[in-house]
């Protein structure tokens, strides 16, 4: 599975930037260097199928390892799963050799969005456009359970159409990391940009804690500067814990007025993202993005919302993502990378034949009145009950791992997410544990 290929020859070759072209999983060549950190590099990088350009992000494993990233690195990823918004920088591809992840990216051509503030202050109409993408990405990341905790011109990027991107989650969170008070307690963040209440060790509502650094962010799109600077950390921390700063003379007073409300220090009175998107200055020529209205629908990929039944395969596809899993076991486990622990259950691993667990899928399908076409590895399965949300559709696809080996991956196609959920822990689980391993998230059985 090592296909890491260079023009001639294959094995585990490190892309290089003078010319020669490399390619992954003979499915991305990878161009020249674009920047680099302490364990990863990134790529200017191609889709050999669709020829669209990507950005491919090279993260060293034993690297991650010898710093201790290796929470960031599981945390960047399940995330980046979770959150698929237009103003969010999207995550296409996970691959993996036994040295390397490899993270196929969006290519974001604009820069960042902090090179515009640092030529000073934006017209207002410009703020306010960036500002409500931000906005508009900050609350579908929280609908989805994320805080992103880093939010700073820094990691806002920019696209070749002036559209804001939402990057870098290496330090977000997710309902799990809340804890027993239903709070975060890890201080992190840029200090500039962080909230008051993360500063003062208590406990602090990841939402909130974003609203804040979007209110920071604000005010220096508009004054080119930061609300509270000091060249006395202390003394900037001072200002911060009061919501100490000024106005310069040309900000609006629409704009004063909804800064006022973002920048207080006492999360429990400081505005919400419903009270946000309903203030004067916001409102201003704004649109929601209807593609985006139904978010619970989301986490279902676009490939499994219709299987299309178009040519007979004579064996499972090869499941690539298996062996980033399992070659990182050993105190690396990224089983959680692929599915979020609040979709438990929607894939598992067997030993049985791809064939056997086909006739499995439909006979269980059947026996449960669904109704039920079958072909390439794929199984869709469509039930005769109305739910809330119309007949749950669900699809199933079998991977082959190794010869003794397979990976079963279910989705939601269609209909409620409660009544799919439901579908897969009290029908499918207990109909299938004659052919089961593990499922996701369980320990294998030992031999």
């Known amino acids: 599975m090592e296909t890491l290929s260079n023009n001639s020859q294959h094995g585990n070759q490190e892309p290089i930037a003078n010319g020669t072209r490399s390619t992954i999983f003979e499915k991305y060549e990878m161009g020249k260097l674009l920047g680099q950190g302490t364990f990863a590099k990134v790529y200017n990088g191609k889709n050999l199928q669709s020829c669209e350009s990507v950005a491919i992000k090279v993260i060293n494993k034993d690297q991650v390892r010898k710093e201790c990233m290796i929470d960031q690195i599981q945390r960047e990823i399940a995330v980046m799963h979770l959150v698929k918004h237009p103003n969010i920088v999207e995550l296409k591809e996970v691959m993996a050799t036994k040295q390397k992840i490899f993270l196929a990216m969006e290519c974001i051509k604009g820069g960042e969005l902090f090179a515009k503030v640092v030529k000073g202050k934006l017209k207002e109409d410009v703020a306010r456009k960036y500002f409500q993408q931000l906005i508009s990405a900050v609350d579908f990341c929280h609908s989805r359970g994320v805080y992103h905790r880093d939010l700073k011109p ?102 004063k007025r909804l800064i006022s409300k973002l920048l207080v220090a006492d999360p429990a009175k400081r505005i919400s993202i419903d009270g946000i998107m309903r203030s004067p200055w916001f409102l201003k020529g704004f649109s929601r993005l209807n593609t985006f209205s139904n978010l619970e629908n989301l986490d279902v990929k ?13 064996s499972p596809p090869f499941y690539n993502a298996f062996e980033f899993i399992s070659s990182m076991s050993s105190g690396f486990d990224l089983s959680n990378l692929f599915e979020n622990k609040r979709k438990s259950g929607s894939h598992f691993t067997s030993r049985c034949s791809a064939s056997t667990i086909m006739s499995k899928l439909e006979l269980v399908a059947k026996k449960l009145n669904f109704d039920v076409w079958s072909k390439d590895y794929k199984v869709k399965m469509q039930g005769n009950f109305e739910g809330r949300k119309g007949k749950l559709e669900v699809a199933a696809e079998v991977f082959e791992v190794a010869p003794e080996v397979a990976v079963v991956e279910f989705s939601k196609s269609s209909g409620d997410t409660l009544e799919y959920k439901k579908f897969c822990e009290e029908d499918v689980r207990p109909a299938l544990k004659d052919i089961v391993w593990s499922w996701q998230g369980e320990n294998k059985c030992q031999d």
């Open 154 to 255: 820094e990691n806002l990027l920019l696209d070749e159409n002036e559209n804001l991107k939402v990057s870098d989650f290496g330090l977000s969170a997710l309902p799990e990391h809340r804890r027993n008070d239903g709070l975060l307690h890890t201080q992190c963040g840029t200090p500039a940009y962080v909230a008051p209440e993360v500063l003062r060790k208590k406990g602090y509502d990841g939402a909130k804690a974003d609203i804040w650094s979007c209110g920071v962010i604000l005010y220096v799109l508009l004054a080119g500067f930061l609300p509270f600077q000091d060249e006395n950390m202390m003394k900037m921390y001072t200002k911060i814990f009061k919501a100490e700063f000024e106005f310069p003379p040309w900000f609006s007073p629409d704009a």
């Open 302 to 314: 676009e490939e499994r919302k219709d299987i299309e039944f178009v040519t007979t395969k004579l």
